[in-house]
């Protein structure tokens, strides 16, 4: 199976039981590639972590989650919506890891 972005497609299947079929499968991980690197360090780790790929994962779950079911977040009158996406607070963690900056430990 092919590689998207940080995932194996073969590897995601088996830890996405629910995951849709193929070609919509890899179009998810490529919107949440894409989304995802947007939002990762500018300078990427060499090799790239395996939290990158978990982050893409969550990502286009969220993603697949809310065009499946929706959930109010959309915009636009007369039938004519338009759904918006965040990236998801695990994710961005994930790519981004909160640090501590002074205060008490």
Same mark, same amino acid.
């Given at each position: 199976?092919?590689?998207v972005g940080w995932v194996d497609t073969?590897? !995601?299947t088996e830890r996405w039981l629910d995951a849709p079929e193929e070609p919509e499968l890899s179009e998810l991980l490529e919107i949440a590639h894409d989304v995802c690197s947007a939002y990762a360090p500018a300078r990427l780790p060499?090799? !790239?972590p395996a939290r990158y790929g978990k982050a893409q994962l969550l990502q286009a779950q969220h993603i697949?989650?809310?065009a499946k079911s929706g959930n109010g977040d959309s915009m636009g009158p007369d039938g004519f919506q338009?759904?918006?996406y965040a990236l998801v607070l695990e994710a961005r963690n994930l790519l981004r890891p909160p640090t501590r900056?002074?205060?008490i430990f």
């Open positions: 199976m092919p590689t073969e590897d !995601i060499s090799p !790239i697949y989650a809310r338009v759904s918006t900056r002074g205060g």
